[in-house]
């Protein structure tokens, strides 16, 4: 028998293999991924400087030791080039493996700013336990790091870096921190909180250069002025990997498009995770993930299982302000409404018929999440 050839092991990989050998043991599963294979939490690479986790200290298990207790095979370090759904073969270079059925858990691309300059090979980007060794390698010696992007990811690394003893600036082109998951009094909240561990931010300039100066580097924005660094964290986001699944004519838009049952438009290729969209819906985080991982294992053991999605706030790992956020659903016309006590914010989004659709809170407010989850809707019923 083919086997389920599944590529990608990160977190959406490894939970769906984990959900899957609970109710089927035999059938044979490969799992392909280009990097070194070992299991890890992916959000602990935002937090490894302030619990002082080097990337091996990271590191949960050894791909060898993850394929003995799922019983899979794991081949590390291939890359898959192209998805032959003619021939139901997943091609690897000059190699090409069967698949009876194939899941695609491969997660997304970093977005590179476009940047001129002498010194890019100063700027790193951190999105999985690799990238993250060699970032934390780069550092030895630094002291300074430039930040570019406030997001989720940017604002996490400058809180993180300043709890390991390094100054940050952080540049970021919308004016305010976390612009796509927060209103505007949170945002400040979290800039104020930041500032007052060392942050400082540079709100509404691009970064357009970066040079070598010295052993660091100089950036240059579009308003003119200049920021000296050791080093530079580019963290501007990430875009789903669709180019090899529109290739292979599967149905792509943000990301790879499946239905509820997490299937691509081709009925024996699957997807979940950053790569993947259900019902327009493209949520890079840990909680959606698991729950397509044990959807989909039931609907590849032959059960098939639509995803439902319940109320998944995301939390966002900035302890200077701490903040959990929730929607309000793209398309959705309402209002923010607030209660502020300095950087204690409770911002409420109801739509028009005055139902809540979304939240965000910061500081002490964030202890409102349980109550204010039971009140919301869930994302994917
Ligand atoms: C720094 C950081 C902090 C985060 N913090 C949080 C948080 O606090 N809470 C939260 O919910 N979410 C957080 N997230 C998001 C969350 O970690 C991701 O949504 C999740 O880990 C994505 O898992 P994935 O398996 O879909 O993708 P990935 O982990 O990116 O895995 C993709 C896999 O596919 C493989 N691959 C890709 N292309 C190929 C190819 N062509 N051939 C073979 N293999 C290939 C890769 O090698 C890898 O094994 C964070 C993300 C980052 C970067």
């Not at 934390?136 to 010696?141: F, N, Q, Y």
């Not at 809180?159 to 952080?170: F, H, K, S």
């Not at 699957?270 to 840990?286: I, M």
Request: aromatic residues 6%.
């Amino acid at each position: 028998m083919d086997p389920l050839i599944v590529i990608g092991t990160g977190l959406a990989g490894f939970n769906l293999v984990k959900e899957f050998r609970k109710l089927d043991k035999e059938t044979p599963v490969i799992m392909l991924t280009a990097d070194d294979g070992r299991n890890y939490s992916k959000p602990m690479l935002s937090a490894g400087f302030t619990k002082e986790k080097t990337a091996d200290e990271l590191a949960m298990a050894t791909p060898e030791k993850t394929a003995e207790q799922f019983g899979v095979e794991i081949r590390t370090g291939v890359e898959v080039s192209a998805i032959d759904r003619e021939t139901r073969e997943v091609v690897l270079g000059e190699e090409r493996l069967k698949f009876s059925r194939l899941v695609l858990a491969w997660g997304a691309d970093v977005f590179r700013p476009p940047l001129e300059g002498d010194g890019l090979d100063r700027v790193y980007s951190v999105n999985d336990l690799m990238d993250y060794g060699r970032f934390r390698e780069a550092l030895d010696g630094c002291r300074k790091v430039l930040i570019i992007g406030g997001g989720l990811i940017g604002c996490e690394f400058a809180n993180d870096l300043t709890n390991g003893g390094y100054q940050v600036e952080l540049v970021e082109p919308e004016g305010r921190c976390l612009p796509l998951l927060i209103p505007e009094p949170c945002s400040e909240a979290v800039a104020g909180g930041l500032e007052e561990i060392g942050v400082r931010f540079h709100f509404g300039p691009l970064v357009k250069q970066v040079d070598q100066s010295g052993d660091g580097v100089v950036a240059t924005l579009s308003d003119g002025s200049t920021v000296e660094a050791d080093i530079v964290l580019s963290a501007v986001g990430l875009r789903p990997r669709i180019e090899m699944a529109r290739e292979a004519g599967l149905e792509v838009n943000r990301g790879i498009v499946v239905d509820r049952m997490l299937r691509t438009s081709d009925p024996e290729i699957f997807a979940l995770g950053d790569c993947s969209e259900v019902e327009g819906q493209v949520l890079p985080y840990v909680l959606p993930l698991m729950a397509a991982a044990r959807a989909l294992a039931k609907t590849l053991n032959g059960e098939e299982t639509p995803v439902a999605y319940g109320v998944m706030p995301v939390t966002i790992k900035t302890p200077a302000c701490p903040v959990v956020c929730y929607g309000p659903p793209r398309g959705v016309e309402g209002e923010w409404e607030y209660e502020r006590d300095g950087r204690n914010i409770k911002a409420l989004f109801r739509d028009r018929e005055g139902n809540l659709r979304g939240y965000a809170l910061t500081g002490e407010a964030v202890n409102e999440k349980m109550k204010l989850n039971k009140e919301m809707p869930p994302i994917l019923e």
